[in-house]
């Protein structure tokens, strides 16, 4: 996600060294350069301007810290201005689902067709149903949720909603396609009235600005459903002319927010970074994965982080704290006995950082420095840690134990038993070579020391 922008912002905001202060003639060339990374990333033309016209008004003239260097002073400036440009002037609970209405409390999801509208409902059925929903930051409890399709133009979706809602165990209204989806819009909210449903979620077709009987149509079911929440879905691969069209829709629906999807592509930036400013409401959720818990609450400061490649600790907290690891203690203390460190304790390594959203996510989310100075080679690819854990699985007790004595009729036998080839498995083992040096650097910190240390942090949130 971002990582051409995030490698340009990284590397212009490292030129800057031994000055006392930051001026126009040690900075002119910096900002020509993070105006070209902008645009490439698809910022529109406009708020590259007036992005930029913000940082030299708070940049020439500024002090530098004692503790810090010119360069740090200038990302600090940088990171504050990206905070406020993707909705961090809005306060702290911006992006806040608002459930303050008489229940049911009705989410509409509006937007053009194939951005991923269907499977953000069910997305944001699950993180719903796990008592994620927060008010002034305090969790509200779980809800009641009820799950509707009422695109009748895509038959398809009802049973894609249908089998969604049922993985995650949330009802589903079962609508007619032969009724017109003004009719099943009456018909669900009368149900969940009868049925006391807190949240009622309604996927709507995927429709053009330019098609006037379809707007007429989603204006129409906004006036009977009485949304609480209008968040229109935007597929962020698309850049800045998706976010655009919610100029359009918002003529003639009351949008509150935008939920972008598809952020774990090789996307640009520029929705991202332009949703607030284009759309006038808050960007509330990211999509970061096709899995059904791949929906994250979006926070301004966290995602400017990233691209600054600051890396988003956070979050990591916040899985860590989420996911059962209790095996990590003991873990840890056979990583320390680097000479009792095995292919068991291996597994579990690659299990652990899987509950923390996998290698990929962990690197994503660590500040660029510490992967590129402290992290050794390990391979980032999630593909990997599904092979490793099968090739692992079949191996035997005293493999596991001994993986020196994996030799050629063995590993044609393993790579059998896990559906893998025999590069796979030699791949595994250099690995596990790798990791064994890193658990011998391990006091001067290492993959272990910063699972342990996300481990102690999330007791304090």
């Given at each position: 996600?971002?990582?051409?922008?995030?490698?340009?912002?990284?590397?212009?905001?490292?030129?800057?060294?031994?000055?006392?202060?930051?001026?126009?003639?040690?900075?002119?060339?910096?900002?020509?350069?993070?105006?070209?990374?902008?645009?490439?990333?698809?910022?529109?033309?406009?708020?590259?301007?007036?992005?930029?016209?913000?940082?030299?008004?708070?940049?020439?003239?500024?002090?530098?810290?004692?503790?810090?260097?010119?360069?740090?002073?200038?990302?600090?400036?940088?990171?504050?201005?990206?905070?406020?440009?993707?909705?961090?002037?809005?306060?702290?609970?911006?992006?806040?689902?608002?459930?303050?209405?008489?229940?049911?409390?009705?989410?509409?999801?509006?937007?053009l067709q194939g951005v991923g509208k269907t499977t953000t409902v069910g997305k944001m059925a699950y993180w719903l149903s796990k008592d994620n929903h927060t008010r002034f930051g305090k969790k509200t409890g779980k809800k009641k949720i009820l799950t509707v399709s009422v695109d009748t133009c895509r038959p398809?979706?009802?049973?894609?909603?249908?089998?969604?809602?049922?993985?995650?165990?949330?009802?589903?209204?079962?609508?007619?396609?032969?009724?017109?989806?003004?009719?099943?819009?009456?018909?669900?909210?009368?149900?969940?009235?009868?049925?006391?449903?807190?949240?009622?979620?309604?996927?709507?077709?995927?429709?053009?600005?330019?098609?006037?009987?379809?707007?007429?149509?989603?204006?129409?079911?906004?006036?009977?459903?009485?949304?609480?929440?209008?968040?229109?879905?935007?597929?962020?691969?698309?850049?800045?002319?998706?976010?655009?069209?919610?100029?359009?829709?918002?003529?003639?629906?009351?949008?509150?927010?935008?939920?972008?999807?598809?952020?774990?592509?090789?996307?640009?930036?520029?929705?991202?970074?332009?949703?607030?400013?284009?759309?006038?409401?808050?960007?509330?959720?990211?999509?970061?994965?096709?899995?059904?818990?791949?929906?994250?609450?979006?926070?301004?400061?966290?995602?400017?982080?990233?691209?600054?490649?600051?890396?988003?600790?956070?979050?990591?907290?916040?899985?860590?704290?989420?996911?059962?690891?209790?095996?990590?203690?003991?873990?840890?203390?056979?990583?320390?006995?680097?000479?009792?460190?095995?292919?068991?304790?291996?597994?579990?390594?690659?299990?652990?950082?899987?509950?923390?959203?996998?290698?990929?996510?962990?690197?994503?989310?660590?500040?660029?420095?510490?992967?590129?100075?402290?992290?050794?080679?390990?391979?980032?690819?999630?593909?990997?840690?599904?092979?490793?854990?099968?090739?692992?699985?079949?191996?035997?007790?005293?493999?596991?134990?001994?993986?020196?004595?994996?030799?050629?009729?063995?590993?044609?036998?393993?790579?059998?038993?896990?559906?893998?080839?025999?590069?796979?498995?030699?791949?595994?083992?250099?690995?596990?070579?790798?990791?064994?040096?890193?658990?011998?650097?391990?006091?001067?910190?290492?993959?272990?020391?910063?699972?342990?240390?996300?481990?102690?942090?999330?007791?304090?949130?």
């Amino acid at each position: 996600m971002f990582d051409s922008l995030t490698s340009k912002m990284s590397h212009v905001l490292k030129r800057i060294r031994g000055e006392a202060r930051l001026t126009e003639s040690n900075t002119k060339e910096m900002f020509r350069e993070i105006r070209i990374a902008l645009l490439e990333a698809d910022v529109p033309l406009q708020l590259v301007k007036i992005f930029i016209d913000n940082l030299k008004s708070k940049s020439f003239g500024s002090d530098v810290l004692d503790s810090l260097n010119p360069g740090q002073t200038l990302v600090g400036i940088v990171h504050k201005e990206l905070t406020s440009i993707m909705g961090g002037d809005l306060g702290e609970y911006s992006n806040e689902l608002s459930l303050s209405t008489t229940p049911p409390a009705v989410i509409m999801f509006v937007g053009l067709q194939g951005v991923g509208k269907t499977t953000t409902v069910g997305k944001m059925a699950y993180w719903l149903s796990k008592d994620n929903h927060t008010r002034f930051g305090k969790k509200t409890g779980k809800k009641k949720i009820l799950t509707v399709s009422v695109d009748t133009c895509r038959p398809s979706a009802i049973d894609q909603l249908r089998i969604l809602s049922e993985q995650i165990d949330i009802d589903f209204f079962h609508s007619n396609v032969n009724n017109s989806s003004i009719d099943i819009t009456k018909d669900v909210l009368s149900y969940a009235k009868k049925h006391y449903y807190d949240i009622v979620l309604i996927d709507t077709a995927g429709r053009l600005a330019v098609d006037e009987v379809m707007m007429n149509e989603i204006e129409a079911l906004s006036a009977i459903a009485k949304p609480i929440e209008t968040l229109f879905v935007v597929d962020a691969m698309q850049g800045q002319d998706s976010i655009n069209t919610a100029k359009s829709f918002s003529n003639k629906l009351p949008l509150t927010g935008v939920v972008l999807t598809k952020l774990d592509g090789d996307v640009r930036g520029g929705a991202a970074l332009s949703a607030r400013q284009i759309t006038n409401v808050p960007l509330k959720f990211i999509g970061i994965s096709e899995k059904l818990d791949g929906l994250e609450v979006f926070s301004p400061d966290r995602m400017a982080r990233r691209i600054l490649g600051m890396g988003d600790i956070l979050s990591l907290v916040e899985k860590a704290k989420n996911s059962d690891l209790s095996d990590i203690s003991g873990m840890i203390g056979k990583i320390k006995a680097s000479d009792k460190f095995n292919l068991n304790d291996f597994r579990l390594q690659i299990l652990q950082m899987k509950k923390l959203g996998g290698i990929e996510g962990i690197l994503e989310s660590i500040p660029s420095s510490f992967r590129s100075n402290r992290m050794l080679s390990f391979d980032q690819s999630d593909d990997f840690v599904r092979k490793a854990e099968a090739i692992i699985n079949s191996m035997t007790v005293e493999e596991r134990v001994k993986s020196d004595i994996i030799k050629s009729s063995r590993k044609r036998r393993i790579a059998n038993g896990a559906g893998v080839s025999i590069q796979d498995i030699n791949r595994l083992l250099s690995q596990f070579d790798k990791t064994n040096i890193m658990m011998k650097k391990i006091k001067k910190g290492g993959l272990a020391k910063m699972i342990r240390s996300i481990k102690s942090m999330s007791s304090l949130f």
